[in-house]
């Protein structure tokens, strides 16, 4: 690729890059979206969130196609299932990724505001704030991009998930944003992919333990998320501006 070619595109307005990346890819394989934002869009500057939950080896093993060392962030938040630790190992191990960088809450802030760890009970916002999404900011540092493995099927506001796009400052991949659950249950049997303990007893989406169960509506996979509670999304994909005041 030409080096002008390149310089335009980095310096292409964040609207017009998007409508670009949008048009061109919309419709594009996982594979060919990954590559196209691993080693044309975001050389060096691109990474992936994972939870390490239901359907996170998809992904996993797409970008592990590419490249192994690719920085995989996993926040830590001190409230996963043991199982959810137990299968963060094993994926590591089977797909060989050499860059899981665990990102845990800040220990200070945490005494104060969550001495106990029982914040979740009371606030699963602010709980939500300080295990999740500011650990997430210091760990994005020096990333112009992060890859999401968020799907249309999981509903909600996720219905309307384009390929790419933008907030906070920064850009968001979704490769997997047009896949069903069958597209899922394909490729974790055509990779020979484990699946996280939990899915056979019910959970078909996995976050810490005391905000997940298995799923109410067998039909809504995130419905075992902040089951009972206004919640739906952890705060990671809302804009900071939409973000509840937890300081
Ligand atoms: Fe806290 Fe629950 Fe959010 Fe985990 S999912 S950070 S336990 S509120």
């Known amino acids: 690729m030409p080096y002008a070619d390149q310089q335009t595109r980095l310096q292409q307005p964040v609207e017009e890059r998007l409508a670009?990346?949008?048009?061109?890819?919309?419709?594009?394989?996982?594979?060919?979206?990954?590559r196209a934002s691993l080693l044309?869009?975001?050389?060096?500057?691109?990474?992936?969130?994972?939870?390490?939950?239901?359907?996170?080896?998809?992904?996993l093993a797409l970008i592990a196609d590419v490249d192994p060392d690719f920085p995989v962030i996993f926040l830590e938040t001190g409230l996963h299932f043991p199982q959810t630790l137990d299968y963060k190992d094993k994926l590591i191990d089977q797909l060989g990724l050499t860059n899981v960088r665990e990102t845990p809450p800040n220990e200070t802030e945490r005494k104060v505001?969550?001495?106990?760890?029982?914040?979740?009970?009371?606030?699963p916002d602010a709980c939500c704030a300080l295990r999740k999404v500011?650990?997430?900011?210091?760990?994005?540092?020096?990333?112009?991009?992060?890859?999401?493995?968020?799907?249309?099927?999981?509903?909600?506001?996720?219905?309307?998930l384009p390929v790419f796009e933008h907030?906070?400052?920064?850009?968001?991949?979704?490769?997997?944003?047009?896949?069903?659950?069958?597209?899922?249950?394909r490729f974790f049997v055509q990779r020979n992919l484990p699946r996280h303990p939990l899915v056979d007893q019910g959970y078909p989406s996995i976050g810490c333990w005391p905000c997940t169960r298995p799923a109410e509506d067998p039909s809504d996979i995130r419905s075992g998320r902040w089951a009972g509670m206004a919640k739906t999304e952890c705060g990671l994909h809302v804009d900071k501006a939409e973000r509840p005041r937890v300081f």
């Open 167 to 185: 907030s906070a400052g920064r850009f968001k991949v979704n490769p997997l944003a047009s896949w069903t659950q069958e597209d899922v249950d």
């Open 134 to 160: 500011r650990p997430l900011e210091p760990a994005l540092e020096g990333f112009d991009a992060w890859i999401t493995g968020r799907k249309r099927f999981h509903g909600g506001a996720r219905m309307s």
């Open 40 to 59: 044309r869009e975001w050389p060096q500057k691109l990474t992936y969130v994972s939870s390490f939950g239901a359907e996170s080896a998809v992904m």
């Open 113 to 123: 505001l969550d001495p106990k760890d029982r914040l979740w009970q009371s606030d």
């Open 20 to 34: 670009r990346l949008n048009g061109e890819l919309r419709h594009a394989s996982a594979t060919t979206i990954l």
